[in-house]
């Protein structure tokens, strides 16, 4: 029971105090799971950030879905989703129904434009440290494979497909 509440705690404390996308919240879940809680090595938690970010759905979900699942099976999934969501949700709406008259306020615009440089700071530093951490041929494929969905709009599905089917090969191809 202490590790269902330890989940819901955890990922709501990140939920209530990360803003911007799910993205940003690496740093924070990282920080906790792996760092603060040793509930992953940092070799694994970048295995499921890439699994989490290649899933269908909001990517700090699938991140408390693979975390709760892996220390306590489903329930340890719904208790981190139940506590990264409440968060979000309880804002949400008291912004809809206390801030609606602040939309067109000139100092709320400004403070949210003011928010974003630290919202992609957030979302870069998880990416940087995990391509620091690359051999140099993986980060120029890395680079190669993003502006190739930028410039040429490919869907990264395709890329992520790819990916996947090229881990699982060389290795099977590669035994003696």
């Known amino acids: 029971m202490k590790t269902l509440l330890q989940l819901f705690w955890t990922f709501f404390k990140i939920g209530a ?8 919240m690496i740093p924070m879940i990282e920080k906790e799971v792996v760092d603060r809680r040793k509930w992953f090595e940092r070799e694994e ?25 892996k220390l306590n099976g489903w329930w340890g999934s719904f208790a981190a989703v139940l506590g990264a969501i409440i968060p979000s949700f309880v804002i949400i709406l008291l912004i809809a129904v206390c801030l609606t008259g602040f939309r067109s306020n000139a100092y709320v615009e400004a403070a949210f434009k003011g928010i974003r440089p630290a919202v992609i700071a957030l979302i870069a530093v998880p990416f940087l440290n995990m391509l620091r951490k ?3 041929y993986f980060m120029l494929l890395a680079v190669a ?12 599905i395709w890329f992520i497909l790819a990916g996947a089917a090229i881990g699982v090969a060389v290795p099977w191809f590669m035994k003696p």
């Open 45 to 69: 938690f970048y295995d499921q950030f890439a699994l989490a970010s290649s899933a269908p759905g909001p990517f700090a979900l699938n991140t408390a879905v693979f975390v709760g699942y």
């Open 17 to 24: 105090f990360t803003f911007g996308s799910g993205y940003a």
């Open 145 to 156: 494979v993003a502006l190739v969905i930028c410039y040429l709009g490919i869907s990264p």
């Open 134 to 136: 690359l051999p140099w």
